[in-house]
C-alpha cells in the first residue's frame, strides 16, 4: 500500500477583508484571496497527497474554501484553535482521524548552566530561562491508515528566525549587534521548542512503541541545524551494547531529505530562499519503523518530492512575488507500507 504525505506552509491564509496579527488593514482584498485560494487548491491538486499538515493557517473557513469543489473537500479535516489573528496549523487526511490533540504547553522548564571550566572559580545554580509556551501550538492527530496501522501525525511550526527586538526596536534601523542579540533570542526559543518537541516524541514512544510517527513541519532550521538534529535524535554509539542500541534507535526519527539525497545522485533540496541562500526549512521525518537498516520496518520511503517553482531568488531575479502566492516550497513523501504477511529483507 502506498501512502503520501505532505507539508504545506500556506503563509497567512486568511479570508479577504480581514487584518492578520496586530495590524489594522485587510491582509486580502477579494481578488488577492481569489487567486490566494485558487493557487492553493491548484498546488493540493497538483501534489495528490493523502496526509497533509498545514501551517500559517488563521481561518479555517479560509482553508476549507480552498479545498471547495475538489475531492479533498470531504475529507476530514481538523484546524488547531484558529483565532483569526495568529497562525496555527492544520490537518487534511484521506483517512479518518481517530483524535486530536493541540499542546500549547512547553512540557518542562528549560534549565540553562554552563560548562565549570568556564565558569570557574564561580559555582552557580542553574538558571532556567521563562519560556513556558510553544510560539505555536503542537498539533498532534491519531490517523487510521488500514486495519492494520494507526499512525501519529505531527504538525509543527517553530519559531522563525526573525530577530526578537525591543519594542523600541526598529529592524531597518537596528543596529548588527542589537540584530545579532535578536537573532540569538530567537534561536533559543527555537531551540527549547524542538527539545519540548523531543520531549514529546520520546514520551509517546515510550508509550507505545509500535505506532509509527510521521513529522510534518516548518522547522525554520536547516535540516543540519542543532534544533533539527534535536528532533530527530542522536545515533546510538557504535559499542554499545546491542539491547541498548536497539532501544536507542526506536528514539532515532529519518528525515525523508537524507533517504532521497542517499539514492541520488545530485541533490536539489529546497524550500525557501532568503537573501541568495537557499534553506531546506520544510521537513518530512518518520519513526524508525520506516528505516532501511530496521530489519522489523513496517515500510519504506520510495521518493521525494518538492514543489518549489515558485519560490523566486530576489537576488538573481527582478520577479516579485506576489502577496497571494506562498514563500515556502511544499515537500511530499511517498511511502510504501509493507503487507502484513511482507518481511523487510
Known sequence: MKISLATFNVENLVTAGKPIYDGHRPHYN????RKKTVWIKNQLLKMNADIIGFQEIFEERALRECLTGTPMANWHLFV???TGKTPVNAILSKFPIIET???EDLPFVFDFFDEKEIT???ESAPVNIPLKKFSRGVLKAEIKINENISALVIVLHLKSKRPILADNI?????TSPELAKG???SLIRRGIESCGIRQILSDEINKDEAKPIFILGDLNDNDTAVTNQAILGEEPFRSLPLEIKIKKWKHVFQ?????QARKSIENFYYTYIHNGHYESLDNIFVSNHFAELNSKRIGRIIDVRLYNDHVIDDKTSMDKKPIYIPDHGQVMANIDLLQPTQSAP
Open 170 to 174: 526598529d529592524r531597518n534601523t537596528a
Open 101 to 103: 490533540e493541540v499542546i
Open 80 to 82: 488547531a484553535n484558529p
Open 120 to 122: 570557574a572559580p564561580l
Open 255 to 259: 528525515n525523508c531529505k537524507d533517504i
Open 30 to 33: 477579494q481578488d488577492e484571496y
Open 183 to 185: 537573532s540569538v533570542r
